[in-house]
């Protein structure tokens, strides 16, 4: 079946560090790969996403590229804010359009001032 | 701005009542779906829809039954809530295909006494 893992934290950082959330994902076929951010209280939103293999997507200053040799898709950016404290989840979705997400546990992120 | 609307943020049951937990979307998705999220665990599926009057069976479908009898609206129903459904409770839609992005509601947080 499919599956998605990721550090699940928490992760605590100092603002302007570098930020990196792993994520590996097993799945039939060539899913569609997603982050998604959920602030406290509310619901989740995506944060980016790739559909194909080498595909890179960007958001707000974050950044993760879907590499199918490694079946990973790690999240990046260059300079926290403490405003990016959030939980993150990668998810995937399969090739059936519509089935659902599989979700990875969360990461949440911590960014100190 | 895609909108997905859940009747209730919080909600408080007994243990054995009927509980019914309200979607609407309001951007003429073809594809609406539950999840149930609890800490350690991320979000699981419980049941999608990809039609009017159709279902599918999620990951968790166990104790939960839907009903889509409109496009714009996906009820979740608890036919006899139990302690362990305590969880908060997510509701999404998308256009169809694999590639397209789902979009959440607020969540509602239900406790069974």
């Known amino acids: 079946g499919n599956s998605v893992t990721q550090m699940e934290g928490p992760v605590t950082l100092s603002e302007e560090a570098f930020l990196t959330i792993n994520c590996t994902y097993t799945?039939?076929?060539?899913?569609?790969l997603f982050w998604y951010v959920q602030y406290p209280g509310e619901g989740l939103q995506l944060l980016l996403k790739?559909?194909?293999?080498?595909d890179k997507g960007s958001n707000k200053g974050f950044e993760a590229t879907y590499r199918k040799e490694t079946t990973s898709f790690h999240l990046e950016k260059g300079s926290v804010q403490v405003s990016d404290s959030a939980v993150y989840f990668c998810?995937?979705?399969?090739?059936?359009?519509?089935?659902?997400?599989?979700f990875g546990k969360g990461t949440h992120l911590i960014i100190q001032p | 701005d895609v909108k997905v609307t859940q009747s209730s943020r919080y909600l408080v049951k007994r243990t054995g009542e009927k509980v019914f937990l309200e979607c609407v979307q309001d951007m003429d998705h073809e594809n609406m779906f539950w999840y149930r999220q609890d800490p350690g665990l991320g979000l699981r599926l419980i049941y999608f829809s990809y039609d009017v009057k159709m279902k599918e069976k999620g990951d968790i479908p166990e104790g939960y039954s839907v009903s889509r009898e409109k496009k714009e609206r996906f009820s979740l129903i608890l036919e006899s809530a139990s302690t362990n459904q305590t969880s908060m409770y997510l509701c999404a839609s998308s256009p169809s295909g694999r590639e397209e992005t789902q979009y959440f509601g607020p969540g509602t947080r239900l406790l069974v006494l």
């Open positions: 790739a559909t194909k293999a080498d």
């Open positions: 998810a995937l979705r399969p090739r059936g359009g519509a089935d659902g997400l599989t």
């Open positions: 799945a039939t076929g060539y899913p569609s």
